[in-house]
């Protein structure tokens, strides 16, 4: 009797593993990524830890490829092409 009942208690082991290990495993679920050798947009933007957008690249309305980098309180620092109007932040070539 001894030796069914701790057949018993293992039979009801595993099965609860099983079904709480799917049940767990089926709602977080991550897999390992690929990496991609290439990736395809119109436009791509970094934006810091607060989710301020702080550079973009990308092509423009004209289909101008542009880069722009941004103060953090969203003024464009930089741009490439340049846009009149826009002068650098600092200095602008090496240093003396």
Not at 2 to 18: D, N, P, Q, S, Y
Not at 63 to 76: A, H, K, P, T
Request: glycine share 14%.
């Amino acid at each position: 009797m001894k030796l069914r009942k701790e057949w018993v208690f293992t039979a009801i082991a595993l099965a609860a593993g099983f079904v709480g290990g799917a049940l767990s495993g089926g709602l977080h679920t991550v897999f390992a990524q690929q990496r991609a050798t290439e990736i395809t947009a119109e436009r791509f933007a970094v934006v810091d830890s607060k989710g301020v957008k702080r550079g973009e690249f990308g092509v423009d309305a004209q289909g101008r490829v542009e880069l722009n980098l941004y103060s953090e309180n969203g003024r464009i620092l930089w741009s490439a092409p340049a846009r009149v109007g826009i002068v650098p932040a600092g200095p602008v070539g090496p240093s003396q």
